[in-house]
Each structure stands twice: as C-alpha cells, then as structure tokens.
C-alpha cells in the first residue's frame, strides 16, 4: 500500500474527527432541507452532480493566479489579481453544493469528507489574504501565502478525489445495472398487492413493481443517489422515496423529483400476458 494510501485509510479509521463531522454535517443536511435548495445543490436539474463542475472555477482561478504570480512578471499582476478574487467569489457555492454531497455520508467517508472541507477552507482563507495583500501593496507577502493556499487547494483535490474515485461518493449506483431487453416474467399477477411496493428479481437484477388503480409501474430497486432500497421506501402521488436520505423519483418514468439524486432512475416497460407480469427495459 502507497504512503498516500495508508493516510487515507488512517483518516478513514480517525473516529475522532466524529465530534466534529456529525453535528457539522446534521446542521447542513437542516439547511438543505428545502426541496428547491435540495435539488439545485444536488445538481438534480443537471442529471449529475453539482459539486463536480463547480470546483472547476475557483480551482482553475487559483491555479492561474499561482502561475501567473510565479513566472508572469508584473504586466501580469492585474490578470492574477482579478483570478484570485473569481476564486474566492466561486468558492462559497462550491463549497456549499459539496457540503449538501457530503452531508449523506457515513463513517470513513465522513471523516475524509471533513479534512477535505478543512483544506479547502483554509486555502480559501489563505486567498482572501493574498488578495487584502495584493490590494496594499504587498506583492511578495501576497504571492507566499498564496502559494500556500494553493498547496491546500491541491491537498484537498486530492482528497475530494479519493472520496469519488476511490470510495465512489456520490455516484450513480444504477450506472451498471441493466435489466433484460425482451419481455421477461417477473411475477405472477396475483401475487402483486396494490398499492404496496414489491421487490422482485430478473437474473441479478432487482426491481420495485407498483401496481395502484390498475396502472403497474416497474423502476430499478436500488437508488441511483447511494444505493438506498427503494422497496422499503415510501408512495405517494405516483412518486417513490428512497428511505435513505429522502430521493424522490416519478414512478412513470424514473425522473428525479427531489434530490439528492441527480441522475434518472432506470424505468422499466410493464405489461401482464397470461396472467405474469412481465419487464423489458426501455
């Protein structure tokens, strides 16, 4: 195992940071709350995250005001200036939409979660001193702590990175899974009560069938958001809810209703032959 490896994996077992990741991340997930807030932060108008595209901006910023600061002379002091005060003014809702992401976490995503808040914090605060600075005067003072709060920037990427590509944070859990492309029986129709979700298996896949006032529905079991049992979840207005952190999707057609989700829930086509109800995919 690499050294970096090894520091992620004792970050990952630090309960410690527990006192203070929980009753952080139990105040953000109240002030998401909110449906629209909820769903324009979990990119759930986007079909995929928020947090992603954003941090391109004040990373991109920061990282050309630190080349600029380094080898661009003074003609280019004004270019670096205005990029470090784009930085800073898009890092607050960069901020908060992985907040929201990470306010669903548990466990050693958690706590790995913290430290990259924490890093990213503090280049942000490294940043905001380089640009007061800059603004009196002081070149050479601003053009060190900005190289530090690019170091941080560049330790917390790193780990935001491990988060989504290591530990697979916030992706879409239904990516992989595709059900049969020809009619396939699933269950026979009597079997089926109505109004009530019903798990069901077609090969390896599973999924959650609905049936209310005649019309069946069909949609992938697991949540596209962290792989939450959408079986065990609640039905309400031709609307299911994962009853993990709360994921709303359109029976009829998988759409996302509310977040966290961003990404549409596979939806399957119904039909009942002969007494079993049958799924192909769309």
């Given at each position: 195992?690499?050294a970096?490896?090894?520091?992620?994996?004792?970050?990952?077992?630090?309960?410690?940071?527990?006192k203070v990741?929980q009753?952080?991340?139990?105040?953000?997930?109240?002030?998401?709350?909110?449906?629209?807030?909820r769903n324009?932060?979990?990119g759930?108008y986007?079909?995929?995250?928020?947090?992603?595209?954003?941090?391109?901006?004040?990373?991109?910023?920061?990282?050309?005001a630190?080349?600029?600061?380094?080898v661009?002379?003074?003609?280019?002091?004004p270019?670096?200036?205005?990029?470090v005060?784009?930085?800073?003014l898009?890092?607050?809702?960069?901020?908060?939409?992985g907040?929201?992401?990470?306010?669903?976490?548990?466990?050693g995503?958690?706590?790995?979660?913290?430290?990259?808040?924490?890093?990213?914090?503090?280049?942000?605060?490294?940043?905001?001193?380089?640009l007061v600075a800059?603004?009196?005067?002081?070149?050479r003072?601003?053009k060190?702590i900005?190289l530090?709060?690019?170091?941080?920037?560049m330790?917390?990427?790193?780990?935001?990175g491990?988060?989504?590509y290591s530990?697979?944070?916030?992706?879409?859990?239904?990516?992989?899974?595709?059900?049969p492309?020809?009619?396939t029986?699933v269950?026979a129709?009597?079997?089926?009560?109505?109004?009530?979700?019903?798990?069901?298996?077609v090969?390896?896949l599973?999924?959650?069938l609905?049936?209310?006032?005649?019309t069946?529905?069909?949609?992938d079991?697991v949540c596209s958001?962290?792989?939450?049992?959408?079986?065990?979840?609640?039905?309400?207005?031709?609307?299911?809810?994962?009853?993990?952190?709360?994921s709303t999707?359109?029976?009829?057609?998988?759409?996302?209703?509310?977040g966290p989700?961003?990404?549409?829930?596979?939806?399957?086509e119904?039909?009942?032959?002969?007494?079993h109800i049958?799924v192909?995919r769309r």
């Open positions: 195992m690499s970096l490896h090894k520091l992620m994996a004792r970050i990952e077992q630090t309960e410690a940071l527990d990741a009753p952080v991340a139990g105040l953000v997930g109240r002030i998401v709350k909110p449906r629209p807030i324009i932060l979990s759930s986007l079909g995929h995250p928020l947090h992603p595209l954003m941090t391109d901006l004040p990373i991109g910023a920061w990282t050309m630190t080349l600029l600061d380094t661009g002379g003074r003609r280019a002091e270019a670096a200036d205005l990029l005060t784009a930085g800073i898009t890092a607050a809702p960069t901020a908060w939409a907040l929201n992401d990470w306010s669903d976490t548990q466990g995503d958690r706590r790995v979660g913290i430290v990259h808040a924490a890093a990213n914090a503090t280049a942000l605060v490294c940043f905001t001193a380089s800059r603004r009196s005067g002081r070149r003072v601003a060190v900005a530090g709060g690019f170091g941080l920037l330790s917390g990427g790193y780990l935001g491990h988060l989504s530990r697979g944070v916030n992706i879409n859990h239904t990516a992989w899974r595709e059900g492309a020809e009619w029986s269950l129709a009597s079997e089926l009560t109505d109004d009530m979700p019903q798990l069901v298996q090969g390896d599973s999924l959650v609905y049936r209310s006032g005649g069946l529905r069909a949609l079991s958001h962290m792989g939450g049992p959408l079986d065990e979840g609640t039905v309400d207005d031709g609307c299911v809810t994962c009853p993990w952190h709360g999707f359109r029976l009829a057609d998988g759409s996302v209703v509310r989700a961003s990404s549409e829930q596979p939806a399957y119904t039909r009942v032959r002969e007494g049958e192909r």
